[in-house]
T-cell receptor
Framework: EDKVVQSPLSLVVHEGDTVTLNCSYEVTNFRSLLWYKQEKKAPTFLFMLTSSGIEKKSGRLSSILDKKELFSILNITATQTGDSAIYLCAVGRDGTASKLTFGTGTRLQVTL | DVKVTQSSRYLVKRTGEKVFLECVQDMDHENMFWYRQDPGLGLRLIYFSYDVKMKEKGDIPEGYSVSREKKERFSLILESASTNQTSMYLC??????????????FGPGTRLTVL
């Protein structure tokens, strides 16, 4: 059975801090790993990673995948209160019509 | 810009009622998905569809059915709602293509309460 585990479950940081969110997975025929941000409603897409060692970056957010060790990290530098959200990690497998298996998420709260 | 819309943001129903949740996407995506999201359990796949009139069970299909009569529309049906189906329901869509197109685009969700 596919498994995606995120840690920590939740954390509280001060504005300006740097945070690292973790996602480990056990999936046969791995194809992709995706990060989403969920505020009050729909998860919004952040990154998709398919190759090891390549960093994807968007502003203060970046992510990297390690296919050998089966994990990914999402880094947020200089956090702002608008970064407060649940961050979801999901993994896609080959041959499954783009089905994704989601982790339970990390709830990040950024305080002033 | 991908747009996925869901028919209701909030819904309150009584035990035993038949409930329809509608999802519409405007990006000509082949794949559509229904999830439920519960605290501590994350997103769990109920059903998905990769073509009109095609459907496949996800991880938790019991108590649900789906309908996809048109490419842009995917309906989730609760035949006889029960209190344990109180949840946030999220619809998503994605493209089917030769390159990796796993990115799913989500609707705003429907918070269903069954009394």
């Amino acid at each position: 059975e596919d498994k995606v585990v995120q840690s920590p479950l939740s954390l509280v940081v001060h504005e300006g801090d740097t945070v690292t969110l973790n996602c480990s997975y056990e999936v046969t025929n791995f194809r992709s790993l995706l990060w989403y941000k969920q505020e009050k409603k729909a998860p919004t897409f952040l990154f998709m990673l398919t190759s090891s060692g390549i960093e994807k970056k968007s502003g203060r957010l970046s992510s990297i995948l390690d296919k050998k060790e089966l994990f990914s990290i999402l880094n947020i530098t200089a956090t702002q209160t608008g970064d407060s959200a649940i961050y979801l990690c999901a993994v896609g497998r080959d041959g499954t019509a783009s089905k994704l298996t989601f982790g339970t998420g990390t709830r990040l709260q950024v305080t002033l | 810009d991908v747009k996925v819309t869901q028919s209701s943001r909030y819904l309150v129903k009584r035990t035993g009622e038949k409930v329809f949740l509608e999802c519409v996407q405007d990006m000509d995506h082949e794949n559509m998905f229904w999830y439920r999201q519960d605290p501590g359990l994350g997103l769990r796949l109920i059903y998905f569809s990769y073509d009109v009139k095609m459907k496949e069970k996800g991880d938790i299909p019991e108590g649900y059915s789906v309908s996809r009569e048109k490419k842009e529309r995917f309906s989730l049906i609760l035949e006889s709602a029960s209190t344990n189906q109180t949840s946030m329901y999220l619809c998503a869509s994605s493209l089917l293509g030769r390159i990796i197109t796993d990115t799913q685009y989500f609707g705003p969700g429907t918070r269903l309460t069954v009394l």
